[in-house]
């Protein structure tokens, strides 16, 4: 609460206001392999977001030192779950009640979990029996500077009807609400979803054992008249994993997978993410520059209908996506200290750009046609020229920006 906010309240309001949480720094997150991590705070992580749950404002009120903890064995991710706090303001004032915040939590867990941490450490104990589910795809390595060592991971492909794994979903798709700003649980029972998910080996007093690190749903839509398109609908890899490529291997995986299915069209995503854009680029990019159709010797001809049909039948890319590939590959090969050639990129790009403008304009003009003077002086006042020109340009500096970032991460790779 700050100081502006308190200033105007009475005594009343300003002692009711300390019992005011901010849910994101009180939803304590973690993921467990050893018995003394449950009380090791540096494996403690928190939401981004618990406005689902919580309100617009992320606050709960009611409570002094609000915690609450949700532990999950980092393979089969059993869970702990325990509200925890210092002070309750039922204790200190008459008729006021707090938020039900454990009624909040257990709207989205699944029946089961442990109160208890005598329990869950018995859970924990049965890890070494977890083994990652479904169909192994790709194994990859790795290198954590940090502790100078190679870790393995596993990305499988999972059908719902995977014994155990109906459960196992619904503990772990609880991390959408806390990671994903507008999240929703899926239909598990529509057979149409693929799940892929990724897991680390690890070493526990020597035996062998697995831990989650993400996962993506993909749903199949059907395609007259004999096709799918596989639409990505989430995608989370969990916060202790995050910044080690694990998103672009399981991307890259994913596509693999479809390219060996004829029937699949192309691949697409339900409402992506600035994010997730930025990382479709990189494995997208990284794909398509092992085409023939996108060699150095072919990108300064243009963007070219057999570079679509290549990019769409080995990796089920669509032809949007194949023709902004083709810009963020044609820029890493074009000498942009050369006048000429930045100007012909430069010119290629906008020309994209600026074409559903050019198309809104053409409709506009039938339009101007039925138009009072009035209606028409205003369309006329948004077809201003130095206007759109300014804004050709903000755009085409915006993604120049993105496709040097692009390349960058391809060069590290």
């Not at 618990?50 to 949700?70: N, P, T």
């Not at 938020?99 to 939590?105: A, S, T, W, Y």
């Not at 199949?220 to 672009?248: C, K, W």
Request: proline share 4%; net charge negative.
């Amino acid at each position: 609460m700050q100081c502006t906010e308190m200033a105007g309240m009475n005594p009343m309001e300003k002692k009711l206001a300390e019992y005011k949480c901010d849910t994101n720094d009180a939803i304590c997150l973690k993921l467990v392999r050893f018995a003394d991590e449950l009380d090791d705070e540096s494996t403690t992580f928190h939401p981004e977001y618990s406005h689902q749950l919580y309100g617009d404002d992320e606050v709960a009120f009611g409570y002094k030192g609000l915690q609450i903890q949700l532990y999950y064995t980092a393979g089969n991710l059993s869970t702990l779950f325990k509200v925890k706090y210092t002070a309750k303001v039922t204790e200190t004032f008459d008729c006021v009640e707090p938020d039900n915040v454990e009624g909040k939590i257990r709207e989205i867990i699944p029946a089961g979990c442990c109160c208890s941490s005598d329990d869950f450490m018995s859970l924990l104990e049965k890890e070494a029996n977890f083994k990652p589910f479904g169909t192994l795809l790709h194994t990859y390595d790795v290198h954590n500077v940090a502790e100078g060592e190679d870790f393995t991971y596993q990305i499988h492909k999972v059908d719902v009807a995977c014994p155990g794994f109906r459960e196992y979903h619904e503990r772990l798709q609880t991390f959408l609400m806390w990671f994903i700003e507008t999240a929703s649980f899926i239909d598990v029972d529509d057979d149409r979803w693929d799940f892929f998910l990724v897991f680390e080996k690890y070493n526990k007093d020597g035996e062998t054992l697995f831990a989650t690190v993400g996962y993506m749903t993909v749903y199949n839509y059907y395609v007259y008249p004999d096709r799918t398109r596989p639409r990505v609908s989430q995608m989370l890899i969990l916060p202790p994993f995050q910044g080690e490529g694990h998103g672009a291997r399981l991307l890259e995986a994913v596509h693999r997978f479809y390219c060996n299915l004829s029937k699949v069209q192309d691949i697409t995503a339900e409402d992506p993410s600035e994010n997730y854009v930025k990382l479709r680029d990189f494995v997208l990019a990284k794909l398509c520059q092992t085409l023939p159709s996108f060699s150095d010797e072919k990108l300064p001809l243009g963007f070219s209908e057999h570079m679509a049909t290549e990019a769409r039948e080995k990796f089920k890319v669509n032809k949007k996506h194949a023709r902004r590939v083709y810009e963020i590959l044609r820029l890493r090969v074009t000498d942009m200290s050369d006048k000429a050639k930045a100007r012909d990129y430069r010119l290629e790009v906008k020309r994209r750009l600026f074409a559903p403008t050019k198309k809104n304009q053409r409709e506009m003009a039938k339009m101007m046609k039925c138009l009072r003077p009035e209606e028409l002086a205003s369309h006329i006042s948004q077809m201003d020229t130095t206007l759109q020109q300014e804004e050709l340009e903000k755009s085409y500096q915006e993604v120049l920006t993105e496709y040097r970032r692009v390349i960058e991460r391809l060069a590290q790779a």
